[in-house]
Antibody
């Protein structure tokens, strides 16, 4: 059974850096074709994809947020970390991590989907 | 960037069939995935690769994709199907992962 859980601060101040950790079980991020993604959802709004990291350490970022995001993995700890710099109140959202699969070659994946998702963690940006 | 367009809301009576659309330029050439999100819960994958169902998803959920429209069909709708539904594709030319704006399904 695959499970994921997000952890991190619930409140950050504007301009601060947010660091979120996704701790997972039931799969290995060293297995070919496997990835972990981060998706967020502002209150009452739609899902927005942020970043994705693959078993081979290939990383993809949302172009609109790329300059502010960094995603890393620690395979030995079964963790993926997302950092987002220069936080703003518009970044207030529930942040989800999710296990991803897709069509993969030895170097990259496409047609990626997310299953399952973590429970999410609400991050509020306010002074 | 690639845009997915969903109707904000769809209403259906219990026992009837609900169809939720997801529009995009030549979306039929892409693989579409669908998620169900109930209030206060994380999204759950209900359809992947246009029409495949993950284990545990009822056969009442089905999908199709052609031309500029993908469709999630829920047959014999139940009260428990009331949720927000999101489509998602992979677009290698822009944002790799794109979500639609979501559709709120109301069971009358």
């Amino acid at each position: 059974q695959i499970t994921l859980k997000e952890s991190g601060p619930t409140l950050v101040k504007p301009t601060q850096t947010l660091t979120l950790t996704c701790t997972f079980s039931g799969f290995s991020l060293s297995t070919s074709g496997v990835g972990v993604g981060w998706i967020r959802q502002p209150p009452g709004k739609a899902l927005e994809w942020l970043a994705l990291i693959y078993w081979n350490d290939d990383k993809r970022y949302s172009p609109s947020l790329k300059s502010r995001l960094t995603i890393t993995k620690d395979t030995s700890k079964n963790q993926v970390v997302l950092t987002m710099t220069n936080m703003d109140p518009v970044d207030t959202a529930t942040y989800y991590c999710a296990h991803s699969l897709g069509d993969c070659s030895s170097t990259s994946c496409y047609n990626v989907w997310f299953d399952p998702w973590g429970q999410g963690t609400l991050v509020t940006v306010s002074s | 960037s690639y845009v997915l367009t969903q109707p904000p809301s769809v209403s259906v009576a219990p026992g009837k069939t609900a169809r939720i659309t997801c529009g995009g330029n030549n979306i039929g050439s892409k693989s579409v995935h669908w998620y169900q999100q109930k209030p206060g819960q994380a999204p759950v994958l209900v359809i992947y690769y246009d029409s495949d169902r993950p284990s545990g998803i009822p056969e009442r959920f089905s999908g199709s994709n052609s031309g500029n429209t993908a469709t999630l069909t829920i047959s014999r709708v139940e009260a428990g199907d009331e949720a927000d539904y999101y489509c998602q594709v992979w677009d290698s030319s822009s944002d790799p992962v794109v979500f639609g704006g979501g559709t709120k399904l109301t069971v009358l």
